[in-house]
């Protein structure tokens, strides 16, 4: 089962920063438990590494946010909730490690617990069938995408990003991180929660509906190629 | 990581090509962590000596690095709003 956690233990230097200084799991992100090390920083050093070390970030995690929601005034509440928190927890945050990252799993869990329960989006799927569906070991979940890649170069970014924003959430969010944000995929596992393996294979999942979309997007518009002469 | 692989065209001309791969989705899964700079040594030289005569993997890795380019050049980057990183920051200074 690709869910069981797979150590892996490729040395990565440089990598992201150890676990323990990411925030707790979901809501207790509010409070921080007191075994949380302490770095007492001065008043003047929180806005120092707000500002040197979080503010640099702000763009990219917009247009997370942004990707997330689908809705500019969604992604501005949850950049401004996110960096709010940041700043009220910045003891918790050791200076000098992974601060991207470090947000960008306090953006999530806040667009978990506080934006997609009241999220537009239709029917919310339930990732847990999605996955289950996907991780069975059946030829269906082996299958591969029939597509050629000159038959998707021509996609223009609308298309490209209409097709990724038809994904379920979770799916996009896997594709987002390391396809548009670089992560790695430590990274992803320490800001989504999961195993590495779940990592990798929710993103091979991922690709393959996102590629079925691209396929269907491509075969309209060799459709509308072929009436127009 | 930038690798060199060879392309469709350089190689297809071989006659000792495959035309079916079978086990094409474990090429594939390899392929995309190629892609994404997270194979090891050992699955980067596995990929490398497949993909010198396996035509559906060769066609497979050029798709999944073209569908990989268009999410990282083709969609447009919503930057923050000037608005917004002035509000952080003024309730940013109104906290302590
Ligand atoms: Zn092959």
Redesign the interface.
Known sequence: MSDTPTRDD?DRTGGPAEPDQFLPEGDSIEQPSEDTPARRYT?EQK?QV?NKEF?PH??S???FA??LTMDEDD??DL??DT??KA??FISSFEQGTNAKAWLFRILKNSFINDYRKKSKEPAKVDYQDVETTYNSEDAES???VD???ES??D???DE??NA?NSLPVDFRTV?IL???EGF??EEMAKILDIPIGTV?SR??RA?NL??EK?RDYASSMGYKEENEE | MQTSLPTSSSSSARPEMKEHCSHSADCLKMIQLILDGEATEQELARVKANLESCKPCIEMYHLEKEVKELLTKRIEKRCCPEQLVATIKSRILSFS
Do not use: P, W
Request: with cysteine; aromatic share 14%; net charge positive.
């Open positions: 490729r008043e806005y707000f503010m702000i763009d995690m917009y247009n942004f990707r992604a501005n950049v401004q960096y709010l700043f009220r082996e299958h591969t597509l050629r890649a998707v170069s996609l223009i970014g490209v990003a990724l594709i390391c396809d548009i790695t995929y990798r993103l091979h690709r996102l590629k691209l």
